[in-house]
């Protein structure tokens, strides 16, 4: 990888459900973001170089035409790096090991969180701010996340994508 004066490079994605900008940086793959999600990195993206032969770019638009083309690829074929606190790392790890075509609630999620940390509990709103702040959507499966009683709820890029990442995924909702 060549690197110039810029940490990190970007290059888009075009998808069935917008324009998705990847940044990556000598680390792996550190963001894939939904143009105009909330928490859209726009100071990473506005300071990043453009690049669009980084191999990690090559490797993630293969993984992701495989994915928007009904297929499961595995997430352990990418290098990815997201930028985070050591909570929401343990957070994003743990939304890594959600099988594809499933989901777990908030609570769930919190309780295995809770376990993870060694704590004897741990508030799903808590789990919820890390989910929701995911660098690397679809990748890392916050989609997967659901409410109470299987409700769509919270997701970055919008409630209406989630439901179509999970239909995509053959969720029945």
Known sequence: MI?????????????QFGKYILVANRNGLIGLYL??????????IKSSGTNFNLEIFEQTICWLDEYFA????????????PRGNFFRQTVWNLLCQIPYG???????????????????RMSAQAVGGA?????ISIIIPCHR???TNR?????????EVKAKLLELEGVKL
């Open 151 to 159: 409700r769509l709820v919270g997701y970055a890029g919008g409630v």
């Open 145 to 147: 996340v659901v409410g």
């Open 102 to 120: 499933e989901t777990i609630t908030y609570k769930q999620l919190a309780e295995k969180t809770a376990l993870a940390l060694n704590k004897p």
């Open 131 to 135: 989910v929701g702040h995911n660098p």
């Open 35 to 44: 143009q105009g999600q909330r928490y859209f990195a726009d100071d990473l």
């Open 70 to 81: 009904g297929k499961r690829p595995n997430i352990k074929e990418l290098k990815i790096s």
């Open 3 to 15: 690197y110039s004066e810029f940490e990190s490079f970007k290059t888009e994605y075009n998808s």
